[in-house]
């Protein structure tokens, strides 16, 4: 009986729920930081004012944006072998993860540092800092502050998004629930499970995005 609930599921198979538990968890961990980094860089070349690094980070955005996760993903895990670059399924899926994010993020970064004065960095180009440390000394800590609860939404959907890692055999949560639901036909009972999981994960999350936007509204005034 497909419609049928059982709470043994999760007993019996509670092995292969946390195996894929931890794998959703690390793979999230990884590409957040990785794609929290690499949208910085790409903010950072999107609004250069050296005409390569600014056409080189509007590509990528406009690019990665505009084309579907699981493309991303299969480019690590079916592309690159095909250049003799072999990746498993959750290298590959946390690397599409990665680059997928940080095009969002970069975009959020970039949106931040158009809200800073531009005469802060004006004064510091004048002191004789490099363009580079402008943007890491006065610019980037006041943008990622501004934007930092879309930032941390963007976190949320990365979570979220692990889930492709099942098309790729890369062994997270949704990748096990396929195998426990085709083992025990309750398909209802294994993805209401994994739905908690998901919860468990995401629901702290974002409890702490509207923590912080009712801090930084509450500094503002």
Known sequence: MTGKFDVHVLINHWDRFL?????TVESSIIALIGSFILGTLIAIMHISPYKPLNWLG????EFIRNIPLLLV???FFLGL???GIPLDGFTSG????MVYTAAFIAECIRAGIQTVPSGQTEAARATGLTYVQTMLHIVLPQAIKIVLPS???QFINLVKNSSIL????GLDLMYYADLISADTFLPLTVYTFVALFYLVLTLPLSMGVHYMERRFSSADH
Do not use: K
């Not at 195996?19 to 794998?23: A, C, D, V, Y």
């Not at 509007?58 to 955005?61: C, K, L, S």
């Open 94 to 97: 946390t690397l599409g993860l």
């Open 81 to 83: 072998p095909s250049l």
């Open 151 to 153: 930032i941390s939404n």
């Open 19 to 23: 195996e894929g538990f931890i794998h």
């Open 58 to 61: 509007t590509v990528y955005v």
């Open 166 to 169: 099942a098309v790729v055999a």
């Open 73 to 75: 993903v299969f480019f």
